[in-house]
């Protein structure tokens, strides 16, 4: 994000979307290994977050879909709930 916040100008703010993405693919990678599933999907919720940005709409809710279908309801209330709305947003 902090990348993102730093690029002003159209094409390094391509390269910054880019490299955020890449970034959090990694992230969600990392958790997946360590199986530490509310820190995935902090990490699916802002690359979807990106990808809304940059016109991946359906990756975005397809991705989102996917990793919230793994959850049980109850654990992480907020950030299942901060999901649930951003994939409400993904229409």
């Known amino acids: 994000?902090?990348?993102?916040?730093?690029?002003?100008?159209?094409?390094?703010?391509?390269?910054?979307h880019e490299e955020a993405g890449r970034i959090l693919e990694q992230a969600i990678e990392v958790a997946a290994s360590q199986h530490t599933r509310l820190f995935g999907l902090r990490a699916t919720v802002e690359l979807c977050r990106l990808w809304l940005t940059t016109g991946k709409r359906k990756q975005a809710r397809q991705r989102l879909t996917e990793v919230l279908g793994t959850f049980d309801e109850g654990s992480g209330e907020t950030d299942l709930r901060e999901a649930q709305a951003l994939l409400d947003e993904l229409g």
């Not at 994000?1 to 910054?16: F, G, H, K, T, V």
């Open 1 to 16: 994000m902090i990348l993102l916040a730093r690029s002003n100008r159209d094409e390094s703010q391509n390269l910054a």
